[in-house]
Nanobody, 124 residues
Framework: QVRLEESGGGLVQAGGSLRLSCAAS????????MGWFRQAPGKEREFVAT????????DYADSVKGRFTISRDNAENTVSLQLNSLKPEDTAVYYC?????????????????WGQGTQVTVSS
């Protein structure tokens, strides 16, 4: 059974930082692109960041570009998201996702595997 498990969420003040991690089990994702999405209360799930199979290509939503950094460790089968300069509007449940394909994608429909999510709350 394939599982993606997020960790690292929490409550932080505006301007602070968090590091989210996603551990995969049940299969290796070393040949597959990974991504992070988020969903705030009353809003649709939205793209945050994606990384290709090797880590050599990344893409970010405009709202987080320059503040968030996605990375991966294929040896550990993990993907991380560093969140800096957090704002109250970053408050959401953050989801890790895995693709079948090796290239990046901004579309949630392009992801086959999903974690349960981790809550990030940014206070003003």
């Amino acid at each position: 059974q394939v599982r993606l498990e997020e960790s690292g969420g929490g409550l932080v003040q505006a301007g602070g930082s968090l590091r989210l991690s996603c551990a995969a089990s049940g299969r290796t994702f070393s040949s597959n692109a990974m991504g992070w999405f988020r969903q705030a209360p009353g809003k649709e799930r939205e793209f945050v960041a994606t990384i290709n199979w090797s880590g050599g290509s990344t893409d970010y939503a405009d709202s987080v570009k320059g503040r968030f950094t996605i990375s991966r460790d294929n040896a550990e089968n993990t993907v991380s998201l560093q969140l800096n300069s957090l704002k109250p509007e970053d408050t959401a449940v953050y989801y890790c996702a895995g693709r079948y394909e090796s290239g990046t994608s901004r579309s949630s429909g392009g992801y086959r595997y999903w974690g349960q999510g981790t809550q990030v709350t940014v206070s003003s």
